[in-house]
């Protein structure tokens, strides 16, 4: 597709059949709404208007793109010069092209080079340790750690490092299987039915429960309860968007447009951050009643547990990545390469409640999308589909069965406790000595919720109590160490469909990077939608090929340019709570399934991007079943 986009421009700027564009053959300067290009192997340079080049030349590439059906996928939105459809990789390809653009007075440059982007996230990382921050991010994500900054975003970073080790991770996987289970029961309709249907919007609804059990520690069952306050709420929050014409004027006068949006009333957005803050407020007051052994074991006691922590992990230990994209032996409690630094405060509410905010954003799109790709891409590629079945039947063989309602080594009376808001459940421990978990009501009582949310009568409430003896989930180093096919597939999805086709640092000081002079206050943006489709990287890159990430070929791969959560000290805190669920997920649902392709399954498939990269009409297959 790059090629496609390379042969468009050079008959657009008339250059020689013989020339070769590549995102480091040509030069971009931005003047006055015009760029002069420059062949560096013929010097002869070409004055052309950006908007005309823009339009004309994603014109014809899209024309072109329709024709071939490529397999790339058209993107809608990203960019629409009179109604036309702009490709991903396409537009990524532009922005490498031109190098540098400015959004109102704040200037832009864009690298795909490996070598400049290790500068930027790790070598020269002091200088770039902030992401850029529009001023209209809602409080709790500003509280978060993905947008703090400086000396507060270190401590916060350190103190949260716990909360993802592999001890905490086997703590949550009881809660993640359990809500997979109600996942398999869901599937089994359709199994039964053989019909076709769309899986996305069933990952949709899991991702939702697992956010609303692990993060805000509440229990909900999106499916079958839709009219649940936290579902509603998480759809009216997901649903948002700015209008177009608002936003392409934040963007073109951002100093003027940014402030006037921030004190402009918004009721639905006052609303829904009001609602999920005072959730998760009341949560936290539930917890701080309760004895440590009654509190759920969930990531929001694991971030409330780190509260009054005196000292964080040093930014030497923050990269998680690596490890857990790599196929090395798991380490339980990996060695620390710096001293433990001290804070100078412990975590604040306001900064536990973006954890959790930050989690329901990052944690219910990207696991949707990155299952949905995956079942696609499976039900496209039977072959790759039957080796990893493989894989899973004979992990389970070793591991034994994941139960029908996992939740961790207990022996339960579970208690359920339904009303026409909320479904509870609590556990009650009977055999202490094979006990590893307690689960306590999982939500707040009736008495303590936000006043938004109608309580249950007890006219409408109904106990029904049974006993269930599970066996352990798959523990977190399990499933790292036992499925290197599972992780190839997952890998090249990733690679494919990128969870951020591109994401931002921001220059502290005046700096060189590889003799290019940046200059402070500019905005770098990685390229990784051009890095992870460069054929210069990846051989046939809109191919589904999982052998690219053997542990011999990983060996051979250039570093720096397969980047789906960043590198270095601020990439993903959370990538090894993400690819858990993930790999949990498809582990429980591919020993019960196998996934089809029908007529109508949308090959290529249509992309859309929102705050990530997702399946524009949804992924509509069929499943069979293989009990």
Partial sequence: MFRLFCEV???????????????????AIRRKGEIYVQSKKNSSIKRVSILTLVQSTLKKCHREAVKSHNATGNL?????????VVTLTLSVALLALLKWYYLGRRMYIVISEPDMIKQVLVENFSNFSNRMASGLEPKPVADSVLMLRDKRWEEVRGALMSAFSPEKLNEMTPLISQACERLLTHLERYAASRDTFDIQRCYCCYTTNVVASVAFGTQVDSQNAPEDPFVQHCRRFFAFSIPRPLLALILSFPSIMVPLARILPNKNRDELNGFFNKLIRNVIALRDQQASEERRRDFLQMVLDARHSTHSVGVEDFDMVTEALSSAKCTVDPPQRSCPTSMSKPLTTDEIVGQAFLFLIAGHEIITNTLSFVTYLLATHPDCQERLLKEVDLFMEKHGQVPQAATGNVNTRTRFVLGPDHMSISAVKEDPERSRIHLSPPHPTPASLPSSLPTSSPNHQKTLSLSLDTEPAPEYCSLQEGLPYLDMVIAETLRMYPPAFRFTREAAQDCEVLGQHIPAGAVLEIAVGAL????????????????????????????????????????????????????LTLLQVLYKFRFEASSETQVPLQLESKSALSPKNGVYIKLESRC
């Fill in 76 to 84: 809608t939105g990203l960019w629409e010069p009179s109604g036309t």
């Fill in 532 to 583: 992870h489709r460069d054929p210069e990287h990846w051989p046939h890159p809109e191919t589904f090929d999982p052998e690219r990430f053997t542990a011999e070929a990983r060996l051979q791969q250039r570093p720096f340019t397969y980047l789906p959560f960043g590198a270095g000290p601020r990439s993903c805190l959370g990538v090894r709570l993400g690819l858990l669920v993930v790999k």
């Fill in 9 to 27: 421009v050079r008959k657009e700027l008339d250059l020689h059949t013989s020339d070769t564009l590549s995102h480091n053959m040509i030069t």
